[in-house]
């Protein structure tokens, strides 16, 4: 009988927690379906109490090339702006280095021909695709994909501190 208590228990607490999008697969990237496309590389960081951490996402879209193109036909042009070129490849202003260099630990190339999309969730964000506030902050929550339209590769980054 304790068992059967115990494994109800676990069953309901889990399906709870599924409810909540904690163990629900990231399928929809800043209106990005990545439904039906390979993963080429994906590892989560985040962990402990307050959920820091980083989570990155490098897909191969080269089987339906059309259908990611056309997702991401709004996102901005890259290069990316000053500000998450400094946080994603490192570099200095205003005479600070940036040596964060988040690129080069997740294998995001420099991509010449592309698109991106920015996303601000921390909770001084006025306008969450704007990021010229981003370095002024002691904690960042931003999420950030780019699409390669050369190579039809979406790369996708999350960084939670």
């Not at 676990?10 to 927690?17: G, T």
């Not at 990231?26 to 496309?37: A, E, M, R, V």
């Not at 690129?103 to 995001?108: E, P």
Request: net charge negative; hydrophobic share 35%; proline share 2%.
């Amino acid at each position: 009988m304790k068992n059967k208590i115990l494994l109800l228990s676990v069953s309901f607490f889990c399906l709870f927690l599924s409810s909540c999008g904690i163990f629900n697969e990231k399928n929809d990237i800043l209106g990005f379906d990545t439904t039906g496309y390979s993963t080429i590389s994906e590892k989560d960081t985040h962990g402990g109490f307050h959920g820091d951490g980083t989570y990155h996402l490098i897909l191969d879209c080269s089987s339906d090339s059309q259908k990611a193109q056309n997702m991401v036909s709004d996102w901005k042009p890259l290069p990316l702006s000053e500000n998450l070129e400094l946080v994603m490849y490192g570099g200095e202003k205003d005479g600070v280095e940036y040596c964060f260099n988040f690129a080069k630990q997740t294998n995001f190339p420099i991509i010449k021909h592309g698109v991106y999309k920015f996303f601000d969730r921390h909770s001084e964000a006025i306008n969450p695709d704007d990021d010229s506030q981003l370095l002024s902050r002691y904690s960042y929550n931003f999420s950030l994909a780019m699409y390669d339209i050369d190579n039809d590769i979406l790369y996708y980054f999350e960084l939670d501190t």
